[in-house]
């Protein structure tokens, strides 16, 4: 496993072309995808729900993010947008609807 985050929130991240996209994620990614957007990385990063439910497909979600990604360090120098699967944007979708954002 590259990483072990616990995932907790629900953000929208908009990149610097002005599109958007919906990441599940936690509180320190999200202070990372903050630093990001004052380093001109990102445009902006807001939180749409915190504290969501830990479910199966939330538990899915995490295991395949640990699996798959580094959660940068301060020094970062670039923002890595975590690029899903058909699988994993479907687990993306079923955590939007159980928490009534999809």
Do not use: C
């Not at 640990?66 to 979708?93: I, L, R, Y």
């Amino acid at each position: 496993m590259k990483s072990h985050e616990v995932l907790t929130l629900i953000e929208e991240i908009t990149r610097n072309d002005g599109s958007s996209y919906i990441e599940i994620s936690n509180m320190v990614q999200n202070g990372r995808a903050e630093l990001a957007a004052e380093r001109g990385f990102i445009k902006s990063v807001r939180i749409l729900q915190l504290n969501i439910p830990h479910s199966a497909h939330v538990i899915k979600y995490e295991k395949w993010v640990n699996q798959n990604f580094t959660m940068p360090d301060e020094s970062m120098d670039h923002f890595e947008e975590w690029v899903k699967t058909p699988e994993a944007q479907a687990e993306v979708d079923t955590i939007l609807k159980e928490n009534h954002l999809g």
